[in-house]
């Protein structure tokens, strides 16, 4: 039926000047299709362009536009673009809180910072300073200290050998000679104590009365005596026996002994040699002592009867040889010699004391 409709109707016609006008146009030719990739011909030098054309840009324009033609650019050049504005930006902003905090805190004068101390107080020193007033006297001498003050100072063996060889070596004798009183000033005194006196050094003699007054229970509690002594000496110390009768009855061990290692030894020599027997010479046994080099320090002299005067004499001679040594004198039991004990101690620094039993 649509056959029929359609061949009924009749075809409408164009204008007629719409006909005249596409039969006169010229054909359009269809460009042929280009290859990617294939290189634009060069635009002809000289050529001029028909009106109307699009004329391509000078270098000049494109070298003006080129800073516009960013996001034109390959990939990689972008990425570089992007880093080297971030890291513009990022240094602007750190220069720039730098700046701040710089003016914040403010600059330093040229001079440094100033700092505040205390001050100190001020001290005027004139004529008019007081003088020191020196204490009131006690009465009390340096050389009557109490011994108990002084305490006992232990010195190494070998310091000890030192001292004594280098005094022996010079052979000095007199006020250069190491005594003890230099030693006691310097701190370095022991103590030593005997029949109830004290000395106070670093070397020791006992000289002790083994005369035929002395049998019995007089030697025995001498012997103890002298052992006890010894025995309570310091390590630093030295010491050296020598009894007498009719003559001088030394330690056979010569020179200065030490204490700790002589003990035995000289524990063996008094029981089983010292004997009480033979008069009271005590001369010899001084001799014996004040040979001894360096000299002692302090000596101890215990006898039970009477001696000969001469005897005072004899120690005080020896002891004006050289640096004065002060002898401690006790006697024993009996009082006969107490007048020449007494002038011995008191001639030599010493002190006197009598003991009447044991």
């Known amino acids: 039926m649509s056959d029929r409709a359609s061949q009924s109707q009749p075809a409408r016609r ?66 570089s673009a992007s880093g080297l504005i971030s890291l513009a930006f990022h ?105 109830g006196l004290q000395a106070t050094g670093q070397r020791f003699c006992i000289i002790a009365d083994c005369s035929g007054s002395m049998k019995g229970g007089k030697i025995d509690f001498v012997k103890s005596e ?8 310091s390590g630093g110390t030295r010491f050296q026996i020598c009894f007498f009768n009719s003559r001088e009855l030394p330690f056979p061990q010569e020179g200065w002994r030490r204490p700790v290692e002589e003990i035995g030894a000289l524990r063996n020599w008094v029981n089983q040699v010292i004997q009480a027997n033979g008069g009271t010479e005590p001369a010899g ?11 002692p320090d302090a000596i101890f002299f215990m006898t039970d009867g009477k001696f000969g005067a001469d005897v005072v004499g004899v120690i005080s001679g020896l002891n004006a040889e050289g640096r004065t040594v002060p002898v401690h004198t006790i006697t024993f039991v009996d009082r006969s010699a107490e007048a020449m004990m007494r002038r011995i101690a008191q001639e030599s620094g010493g002190r006197y004391r009598h003991v009447a039993g044991f």
Do not use: C, K
């Open 226 to 233: 002298v052992l006890r002594t010894i025995g309570g000496l």
């Open 91 to 195: 240094a602007a902003l750190v220069t720039g809180l730098g700046l701040w905090a710089y003016g914040f805190r403010g600059a330093p004068t040229p001079g440094g910072e100033e700092v505040m101390i205390a001050e100190l107080p001020m001290i005027e020193l004139d004529d008019e300073t007081p003088e020191l007033q020196p204490e009131a006297d006690s009465g009390q001498q340096p050389a009557e200290m109490e011994l108990a003050e002084i305490a006992p100072l232990s010195i190494s063996d070998a310091g000890q050998l030192e001292l004594v060889d280098v005094a022996a070596s010079l052979g000095v004798g007199g006020q250069g000679a190491i005594n003890s009183g230099s030693i006691a000033e310097a701190g370095m005194a022991a103590q030593a104590s005997f029949m």
């Open 285 to 295: 046994a001084f001799r014996f002592a004040f040979a001894l080099r360096p000299r």
């Open 14 to 79: 164009e204008p007629r000047e719409q006909t005249a006008a596409r039969s006169a146009a010229p054909p359009v030719a269809t460009p042929p299709d280009i290859p990617l990739g294939t290189p634009a011909p060069p635009v002809p030098v000289g050529i001029p362009v028909p009106p109307g054309a699009i004329e391509p840009p000078d270098a000049s324009e494109i070298e003006h536009g080129a800073g516009r033609l960013v996001f034109g650019m390959a990939p990689w050049m972008r990425q």
